[in-house]
């Protein structure tokens, strides 16, 4: 069983910056990509960055310039820096790490930006 862990949510008023984290443990962890998602109220949930084991970054439109996806190996942690932060950001945050075969969630954290 592998158990994903977020902290850095909040609420920050516009242009602020928040730091999300996603730990994740268990025994024989095989992970590859990581992911970050969010999914305000009403909405379906979209994608938001990722980065491979090598290291390599993708962004949605939405969040380029603004936000930051990194990861710490032996730690076995993902990172999504938010700068800038829009009142639209507005969403509860979700971790999602893959490995070769399962792919896993965290529960979430919510991050509120003030008009």
């Known amino acids: 069983q592998v158990h994903l862990v977020e902290s850095g949510g909040g609420l920050v008023q516009a242009g602020g910056s928040l730091r999300l984290s996603c730990a994740a443990s268990?025994?024989?962890?095989?992970?590859?990509?990581m992911h970050w998602y969010r999914q305000a109220p009403g909405n379906q949930r979209e994608w938001v960055a990722s980065?491979?084991?090598?290291?390599?970054?993708n962004y949605a439109d939405s969040v380029k310039g603004r936000f930051t996806i990194s990861r710490d190996n032996p730690k076995n942690t993902v990172y999504l820096q938010m700068n800038t932060l829009k009142p639209e950001d507005t969403a509860v945050y979700y971790c999602?790490?893959?490995?070769?075969?399962?792919?896993?969630w965290g529960r979430g954290t919510q991050v509120t930006v003030s008009s």
């Open positions: 999602y790490v893959a490995g070769p075969v399962n792919r896993y």
């Open positions: 268990g025994s024989n962890l095989r992970i590859n990509s």
């Open positions: 980065i491979t084991g090598l290291g390599t970054t």
